[in-house]
């Protein structure tokens, strides 16, 4: 399977804490999302990280890209309960009309106050 | 409109019944995606959609879910003779133009719920 697969599947923290969940791929990509989705709703976009990218950060978000692992990490920093939701990595292997974004099965975040 | 629509929201139906699922997607944006999530699920991909190009029904799971366009705008998800399995939330997504490096935008889903 070519899809991202995230660990872990379930991360439970305390307020103020960081939070970090990863990413794993099979095969080489264009680009690799991250994703989040409150109450299995519609899916809202966080970050893009490019294949030439090793990292990239949006706020209290920090997304890192090792293409030799084949893997991405999400880190959170100073959570906050408002976090709480599942976030997905979705890799995108590029070619022409027709590819997809390929999702992983998710990490389900708890943040706790 | 602002973002990328779906209805109905939820849609109970009876085992044999046909539903359709409706897309109205960002207005100018080209490409348009189905993806199904079962409960506690990751996303499974369905069809896309990209300018006039024939569409990518790889992802389709069987003869019974078909999808069209019309106008290049909204988009219709056609289950026919529905199974239990098929209960999922089924989540509707454009972007301006196809992959590769376009943030694709996602509407609220359509729960469905095969009795």
């Known amino acids: 399977s070519q899809q991202g697969e995230e660990d872990p599947q379930a991360l439970s923290i305390q307020e103020g804490e960081n939070a970090t969940m990863n990413c794993s791929y099979k095969t080489s990509i264009n680009n690799l999302q991250w994703y989040r989705q409150n109450s299995g709703r519609g899916l809202v976009h966080l970050i893009l990280?490019?294949?030439?990218?090793r990292e990239k950060h949006s706020g209290r978000l920090r997304v890192t890209l090792d293409t030799s692992k084949k893997s991405s990490s999400l880190l959170i920093t100073a959570s906050r309960a408002a976090d709480t939701a599942s976030y997905f990595c979705a890799t995108d292997f590029g070619g022409q009309a027709g590819t997809a974004l390929i999702f992983g099965k998710g990490t389900t975040l708890s943040v706790s106050s | 409109g602002a973002g990328v629509s779906q209805s109905p929201s939820n849609k109970v139906t009876e085992k044999g019944k046909d539903v359709e699922l409706r897309c109205d997607p960002i207005?100018?944006?080209?490409?348009l995606y189905w993806y199904r999530q079962s409960l506690g699920q990751g996303l499974e991909f369905l069809i896309y959609f990209q300018g006039n190009s024939a569409p990518d029904k790889s992802g389709l799971p069987s003869d019974r879910f078909s999808a069209e366009r019309t106008g290049g705008s909204v988009s219709t998800l056609t289950i026919q003779r529905t199974q239990q399995e098929d209960s999922a939330v089924y989540l509707c997504?454009?972007?301006?133009?196809?992959?590769?490096?376009?943030?694709?935008?996602f509407g609220e889903g359509s729960w469905l719920t095969v009795v």
């Open positions: 990280i490019r294949s030439n990218e």
């Open positions: 997504a454009s972007s301006f133009t196809g992959f590769s490096g376009n943030t694709i935008y």
């Open positions: 207005s100018g944006h080209t490409a």
